[in-house]
């Protein structure tokens, strides 16, 4: 049908515009009819306005608003008046003011939906996907929306004052080593021959710092087909930076005053820079994780020098083996009962801890399993070093330095919630550096890079490669906020020699190299510039700024854990024609 | 190896930076030795510098520099001084200084390359593609990124301030009815099936507006797997525009001041708005395309009112049989001879038209093979008709009405390359209205849209759709610049009533569309509000607006023409092990 043009949109009339006739358009938020006169929420994305359909103004019109239902499209004209004194609604934009309805038009009719359109719902999620269309209409997934518009442009803005030139890199690429998690794309033309898509433009991006691009950053889509864990999405996107002629303090200035500008121009917040840095060592010896949450303190304390001669032999055993005894002081915890500690320990054996020593350190003394073998003396001794007060309850862990830390890292978060320790208005950063190089992978029986095989050791740890590999430290660095690694990056090799050398401590031989990076080997042999970078989580960053708990509610269209969309039914079966013109068959 | 940091950039010095110890970082781009003094123009991508090495200054560092090759990446700290009058660079913004080294640290150096980095080079594409990273270090291609990445930003900008919302949809989706060139993508998770990369967000964009955002964009990935031809690339870049309560002015109008701004900025250029329209009829009739390059007249005449009783028994029977006489005047061309007339003849026929005939004009005569048929009176209501001059040459097609058309449209390009008819100076956009909601496709025997099956048919030609559903026009519109088609819209159905209708008369039926577009017929059942959008080729523009000839001179990495990447040799095969967990074998 032809119909009038809205003059306003229903957020945007205010007393000034009493007297004025209009026309707005939008979707029937509610409806009431009190004494004979309806009354419509008229709602759009910019906001609610309320009409009054009165029948002694219009009879007709008054009639046609009696089968409107909630979710109509409709088209209403008619004049702003003031709202009489005391109906004035104080929580809305517009709630000085009324259409008093002269015209209305229904363009489109709508069944009850399946769960209303309200801030919050009750409903399962995957009704929110499948009605993804409905869901959206809710204002707090609209304001999520128009976050991450935000934030796109000010990522942008800022990008751009800063000579960055936003370049696409292809999606339709190469397979990788790392190719498990590939999707991959046949291709019709080339028979028995694949694309992939990118995990992250990682070649491409050094590629263009060979090219001379000197600062390059892209908003962009990557793909990983892994089994999905609760936060993770197949599609997501990522911030992708990469620079020339720079050292770490470099990336990270340039980051660090992003997250400012973003925490201020979005949330008001200004974020105090540059961030704290911790290596690698400190965070696991200090937090048990190398994305340690810094909103709270209770830090972890190492008393290996302490009880590595007492005779309390679980202890020294295990320091003697290389091990580590390690714990955490919990404060006010004194008081914890025989069973609470029971259900302490099995969560900490639920980790994978052989078990926990606990100490419910009292006024002058402590009461611990072990008292009796670690002597007087050295209790005082771990009670000074773990800086215990009395009504404190010190946890302790004896295992191997990667387990004891990893365990004690989630039992410090576990504490801190029990204890409330965390405070969610606190935005802490913190950088992690100095990651080792390599770790070994018990499964496939060699080494792995922990960043990426194109991340640059430690310069004063290259005689390393050759006899301790799994020593020497990356010039790596991640970016942490609230536990939440948020981005991750590092210098990159740039010679040719070098990266030939690390691709194969990673079991990558010259031959696989030259097939699946032989480009890039090339590309190092006509003057590769030193570069490096960063990639950010760009739905992990706009889910804190939203403060959701999820990412899913800042993507317009995700994919559920198992890698559907429910709202059209993807991934689904294709015609059989389809298949044939792609050489493909399923087995 | 650690080194120091730039100070400046290789494009940012000047007379006032004279004194001044700096270090540069780049590339080098040409050595010289002049008198046992090296001279090096040092390059980075934001300009030269000369260097200059003088063994009285520092021997050592001169020896080194005598070690430099092309394109080494070099470091170098030295004195900033005035170059000796008379040996300025007019043509270098820091043409009026030198850098007198003091030190030089080679931070890698490079074989030779395979062409040089040169403005203009004189190389195959392929070699050019294939060694990408030393085709994007030449400053025309380094110009055409930086381009592209403002066009990103005004675009993006420009629609911010209008309040549109830049949401990201889907690259994962569902496979479409035109699912024959849809890119698939197998399921590890789920056997058997697969998600689609999009030709467009059509169909999630439409969401969008039922979701109630109003106003959305995106600068978006889309994917077709056609067999290519010359300009086109499987993975491209659109402008993606979708409003809702909206008619075609109000799309047309956010595209037109789109169009201004970034030929303002971009350029320098005003472009007046608004654009001039035509209907499909009066652009194939005028023009002989339905993207009608508009710089020069050259205008199509229908002479069918004035042979159709003729006595000239080829024209009068097209006539007869519902075709059409049409042609052009090419203004000063009757001198053309005999063999230049067989030619254009023979070009012509080799477009499928029967023949073409062709009219000298002379001074109160003419010389045309049919003379004797038409007779004096009607040569000269033609002569009229056309506007033909003395010096005039006619030429004539007589065919069925789209074959006179499109022959006389490409005839017309023709002549207005051969006559140089063409001002590349100008930008000539035209708006493209009205075309058909469908033609019929012989080989699949059935309706297909002319634009998409979404496309809302003109209110007025509702009632053809069950009657002569050829003669329908929609609400679609074109926008063409120069001759390039560079932006395609619609106002859509928002009607699920309507869209099954038309899905209906495209062959797809009611199971087809449930199964394909159910999620879309679902969320219209909500309240869908009227809609309508545009979208537009980046490349393309962004091909115009840097005054490139081929879209891959804007794409940082392109495909070929048979969709090969021949830098990294994607596609390509992949394990049996992941063909194996995708569930899938190659046939």
Redesign the interface.
């Known amino acids: 049908?032809?119909?009038k043009?809205?003059t306003h949109?229903c957020g945007e009339l205010r007393v000034s515009d009493i007297g004025k006739a209009v026309t707005l358009?939008g979707?029937v938020d509610t409806r009431r009819d009190l004494g004979g006169v309806v009354f419509i929420d008229l709602?759009?994305?910019?906001g609610k306005t309320q009409v009054v359909f009165n029948p002694q103004r219009n009879q007709k019109v008054h009639d046609l608003a009696g089968e409107l239902r909630s979710?109509?499209?409709i088209l209403v004209s008619g004049k702003v008046e003031r709202r009489p004194a005391g109906t004035e609604n104080p929580n809305l934009a517009t709630g000085e003011i009324d259409i008093m309805a002269d015209e209305l038009t229904i363009?489109?009719?709508?069944?009850t939906?399946p769960f209303p359109i309200e801030d919050e719902v009750n409903v399962y999620e995957e009704a929110r996907l499948q009605?993804?269309?409905?869901?959206?209409?809710r204002s707090p997934m609209?304001r999520n929306?128009?976050t991450?518009?935000k934030m796109?442009?000010i990522t942008?803005?800022y990008f751009?004052e800063l000579g960055f030139?936003?370049?696409?890199?292809?999606?339709?690429?190469?397979?990788t080593p790392e190719?498990?998690r590939?999707?991959?794309?046949?291709?019709?033309?080339?028979?028995?021959?694949?694309?992939?898509?990118p995990q992250s433009p990682q070649?491409?991006k050094q590629?263009?710092m060979?090219?001379?691009?000197?600062r390059y950053f892209q908003i962009v889509?990557c793909?990983r087909?892994e089994?999905l864990r609760a936060d993770r999405q197949?599609?997501f996107?990522q911030i992708d930076v990469e620079m020339?002629?720079?050292?770490e303090d470099?990336v990270q200035k340039v980051v660090e005053e992003l997250m400012a500008r973003l925490f201020k121009e979005i949330k008001g917040i200004d974020i105090p820079t540059p961030f704290p840095r911790l290596t690698y060592k400190e965070a696991m010896e200090t937090y048990g994780s190398d994305k340690p949450d810094t909103r709270f303190e209770l830090k972890l304390t190492n008393i290996n020098h302490v009880i590595q001669d007492s005779g309390f032999r679980v202890f020294s055993e295990t320091v003697k083996k290389g091990g580590v005894v390690a714990g955490l002081v919990a404060p006010h915890c004194a008081s914890y009962t025989r069973n609470q500690l029971d259900n302490l320990t099995d969560y900490t054996k639920s980790l994978g801890a052989g078990g926990l020593v606990w100490m419910r350190v009292m006024d002058g003394s402590i009461e611990t399993p072990g008292e009796k073998f670690l002597g007087k003396e050295t209790v005082n001794i771990i009670l000074e070093e773990m800086q215990a007060k009395p009504g404190d309850l010190i946890l302790l862990i004896s295992e191997t330095w990667m387990k004891a830390y990893t365990i004690l890292g989630t039992l410090r978060l576990e504490m801190a919630k029990r204890l409330n320790l965390i405070d969610e208005s606190k935005q802490a950063f913190v950088w992690i550096t100095d990651f080792p190089m390599f770790e070994h992978d018990e499964t496939e029986k060699r080494y792995v890079a922990v960043h990426h095989p194109f991340t640059s050791p430690k310069?004063e740890d290259l005689h390393l490669l050759d006899s301790e590999p799994l020593k020497a430290r990356a010039r790596a660095y991640d970016l942490v906020l609230n536990g939440n690694e948020i981005a991750g990056g590092s210098i990159r090799i740039?010679?040719r020699g070098l990266q030939s050398k690390v691709f194969n401590l990673l079991g990558i031989d010259d031959e696989q190299a030259k097939k699946k990076f032989?480009?890039m080997l090339d590309?190092?042999?006509?003057?590769?510039?030193?570069h490096g970078g960063i990639a950010f989580g760009f739905d992990r960053i706009c889910m804190l700024l939203c403060g959701e708990k999820s990412i899913r509610d800042v993507?317009?269209?995700p994919?559920t854990t198992?890698?559907?969309?429910l709202?059209?039914?993807?991934?689904?079966?294709?015609?059989a024609?389809?298949?044939?013109?792609?050489?493909?068959?399923?087995?």
Chains 1, 2 share one sequence.
């Open positions: 049908m032809h119909y043009k809205r949109t358009t979707w709602r759009d994305r910019y979710e109509y499209v363009l489109n009719k709508a069944d939906p009605y993804r269309y409905l869901d959206l209409r609209q929306l128009i991450r518009h796109y442009l942008r803005e751009d030139i936003e370049v696409e890199t292809p999606v339709l690429m190469k397979s190719g498990a590939d999707y991959l794309v046949p291709s019709r033309i080339h028979r028995g021959k694949f694309f992939a898509l070649t491409y590629i263009l060979v090219a001379g691009l000197d889509k793909f087909d089994d197949p599609e996107t020339s002629f720079v050292d470099d310069l740039y010679d032989g480009f590309a190092f042999r006509y003057g590769a510039p030193p993507i317009a269209f994919k198992s890698a559907m969309s709202m059209d039914d993807s991934p689904s079966e294709v015609d024609k389809q298949l044939k013109e792609l050489h493909i068959k399923i087995v």
